[in-house]
């Protein structure tokens, strides 16, 4: 496996399942992100986390609960979801905490909320 | 705060047309700024960059972009497109020591034969 891998591809499911995204880089940064992408709208920064460490939660909703357990793994716990997350949801890595911005994006997993 | 205006959101072209892909941002701070590409069913991958130096950056696909302060943009363009540059093409700022990158809404290039 190289770069950054995302599972599952694409998921369903209701509004009152759990489930969980799955992020591992295999490219020794230690960075990574989560992007949420929806049709017609920017790219929206979730979540980054440095060393492990949450820096950045951009205001979003409780539902979407972030784990970062080392550097290559990334987890977005999702609960009680809405029809509006249906959206693709990008992992992204990068090295030296963002000395040059350079962003290593997964395929996405893609959300459909029903 | 940073922000990112792609000024087309769809840009049709037949093959073997040039193209400019325009992008503009505004920030208060020294940024880094860069392409991506999303092609069909996959995520986003860089084009190219400006970190500093000379303003007119290249790729090895044969885009180039260049970067003006005075106009805060960073327009993308290629001389001769293919078909197979149908893609989505993402500008982005970065702060120069942070984390965020802010991406604009994208603008889909579509070539036709």
């Known amino acids: 496996e190289t770069g950054v891998t995302q599972t599952p591809r694409h998921l369903v499911m209701g509004m009152t399942n759990k489930k969980s995204l799955k992020c591992e880089q295999h490219?020794?940064?230690?960075?990574m992100y989560w992007y949420k992408q929806s049709a017609k709208k920017p790219l929206e920064l979730m979540f980054v986390y440095s060393l492990e460490e949450r820096v950045e939660n951009n205001s979003v909703p409780s539902r979407f609960s972030p784990e970062c357990p080392n550097s290559s793994h990334l987890f977005l716990h999702l609960h009680t979801l809405q029809p509006e997350d249906s959206a693709l949801y990008l992992c992204?890595?990068?090295?030296?905490?963002?000395?040059?911005?350079?962003?290593?994006f997964g395929e996405g997993s893609r959300l459909t909320v029903l | 705060a940073q922000s990112v205006t792609q000024l087309d959101s769809q840009v049709p072209v037949f093959e073997e047309a040039p193209v400019e892909l325009r992008c503009n941002y505004s920030s208060s701070v020294s940024v880094y700024l860069f392409w991506y590409v999303q092609y069909p069913n996959q995520g986003l991958q860089l084009l190219l960059k400006y970190l500093s130096g000379s303003t007119l950056v290249e790729s090895i696909n044969g885009f180039e972009a260049e970067f003006n302060k005075s106009q805060t943009s960073f327009h993308l363009r290629k001389p001769s497109v293919h078909i197979s540059d149908t893609a989505e093409y993402f500008c982005a700022v970065s702060d120069t020591g942070g984390f965020k990158t802010i991406f604009g809404a994208g603008t889909r290039l579509f070539v036709k034969a």
């Open positions: 490219l020794g940064h230690n960075a």
């Open positions: 992204a890595s990068s090295q030296n905490q963002g000395v040059t911005g350079e962003l290593f």
